[in-house]
């Protein structure tokens, strides 16, 4: 504030006032008519300023003016007892009882956006600003590609903007870009990488397309607080969402019907169970408790991972294990191989016949000891380890470069008892649960979390 008594403005006479924050405002609050003793507030003007810089004056008493002229002839001094109050708005993302920053749009799922404004507004709101939501992925180079607007009212109608008027909020997102707010985009390099062994290896964001759950790793929501005459914004917060990568249990008739027949043979000439057969209550049981263990083994990595029944109902875009009966010579196989998860579809298969029919599959690791019959709980251990390891190849492991170290796609210098060893290096022992424990190699559960980070 400038009291003007200097120059034309001299005392005793004159007591001129003017006080400006960044040059605002541009108009008198008070004139000054010849002939009154005191200033006049001139009404609504000057009311509220709104700073370049995104910040808020309250002026209602007018205590910010340009030049008010004060003489003996009238006109005095009325600053005393004027007050402005000087808001600057922020926006900021916070996590309570209610928030959800992971969440998966293929399982119908919402991500609930916590966002928190200070000071608290006014009632009517910070006047000259609003706010928006925007979802966005952060790609190379500091550039971004937009997803979708967040609409910031329940209602029927979509609401792109909303008055800056609330201290906190939850805002709803269902994952699934619309026509209009939302928008595909190419699959693109992210701004982090992951060190391997003797080389590195990008963040890669697969393609996300229109009308479709936004696929895997994550996407950022962008909280805007924006000035209304040029939509220029004056502060924002960021926040990673992430998305968990779904792999769905799928279960052939023929080999559901080769898991409850069990296996007979007549190794040295006499009739012997090799596999127990499995009653339909049993096998009820384990078409539940095979997604539910292989979720408890990929836990181990604290990757973001989630696998489900056959029974969920599952938005594309997403990965299959199938159990099934099929020409192969392997106990498990996939051709969708994608490193870095560049691909968030992708199809496995668990060769049920090729296990049955051909026990021991693999002869050269089985022990002299080896007790028959397998048990229907070891057949569901070699179920769960089976399809984690092949749905382990959807998500890239091992492969063979200098960023993982992988022999044939699988790990160097195998052990036997770590997911990602060669099955034909796992003794039964190890694959039944008779002997272990199974464990992951470092890297591979550190390859993972950075591929499907939980936060």
Not at 250 to 277: E, N
Not at 391 to 414: A, I, T
């Amino acid at each position: 504030m400038n009291w003007l008594g200097s120059g034309s403005h001299v005392d005793p006479y004159w007591y001129c006032w003017e006080a400006q924050v960044g040059g605002l405002p541009v108009r008198q609050a008070y004139g000054n008519p010849s002939g009154f003793a005191t200033a006049v507030c001139n009404p609504g003007v000057a009311v509220n300023l709104l700073g370049a810089e995104g910040w808020v004056i309250d002026n209602r008493d007018g205590l910010l003016t340009t030049h008010v002229h004060s003489n003996d002839n009238g006109s005095g001094n009325v600053a005393g007892g004027l007050e402005a109050i000087l808001y600057v708005p922020k926006v900021e993302f916070v996590t309570g009882a209610a928030s959800c920053y992971n969440f998966s749009p293929s399982l119908g799922e919402e991500a609930a956006l916590d966002v928190k404004v200070t000071p608290t507004p006014p009632e009517d709101g910070f006047p000259g600003l609003h706010f928006r939501l925007e979802i966005v992925r952060e790609t190379a180079d500091n550039s971004e590609q937009h997803i979708d607007w967040v609409d910031l009212d329940a209602s029927a109608n979509f609401h792109e903007m909303w008055e800056l008027d609330f201290p906190r909020r939850l805002f709803a997102w269902d994952g699934i870009p619309k026509p209009g707010p939302g928008a595909s985009a190419s699959q693109a390099c992210g701004r982090d990488s992951f060190q391997g062994e003797s080389a590195s290896a990008t963040r890669i964001f697969p393609a996300s397309t229109l009308g479709q759950p936004v696929p895997p790793p994550f996407v950022t929501a962008v909280a805007k607080i924006m000035r209304n005459s040029d939509k220029t914004v004056v502060y924002e917060a960021r926040k990673r969402v992430c998305i968990p990568q779904i792999v769905q249990f799928l279960y052939d008739a023929d080999a559901v019907s080769l898991i409850k027949a069990g296996a007979y043979g007549t190794p040295g000439g006499v009739p012997t169970t090799i596999i127990q057969p499995v009653s339909d209550a049993e096998w009820e049981a384990m078409r539940t408790s095979i997604p539910a263990g292989a979720q408890t083994v990929i836990n181990y990595t604290d990757a973001n991972i989630r696998y489900v029944s056959d029974s969920a109902a599952v938005l594309p875009p997403f990965k299959t294990v199938r159990f099934a009966k099929r020409s192969s010579l392997y106990l498990g196989e996939t051709v969708d191989f994608s490193f870095m998860n560049a691909s968030t579809n992708g199809e496995a298969f668990v060769h049920i016949n090729v296990f049955y029919n051909n026990f021991p599959v693999y002869s050269n690791v089985v022990s002299g000891t080896f007790a028959l019959p397998v048990t229907p709980n070891e057949v569901r251990l070699h179920c769960i380890m089976t399809a984690v390891h092949e749905s382990g190849h959807m998500f890239g492991l091992v492969e063979n470069n200098g960023v993982l170290g992988g022999k044939k796609h699988h790990n160097p210098d195998p052990n036997g008892t770590r997911l990602m060893d060669d099955g034909e290096t796992v003794p039964y022992e190890v694959r039944f649960g008779r002997a272990g424990p199974w464990a992951w190699r470092s890297l591979n559960a550190a390859y993972l979390r950075f591929v499907f980070p939980k936060e």
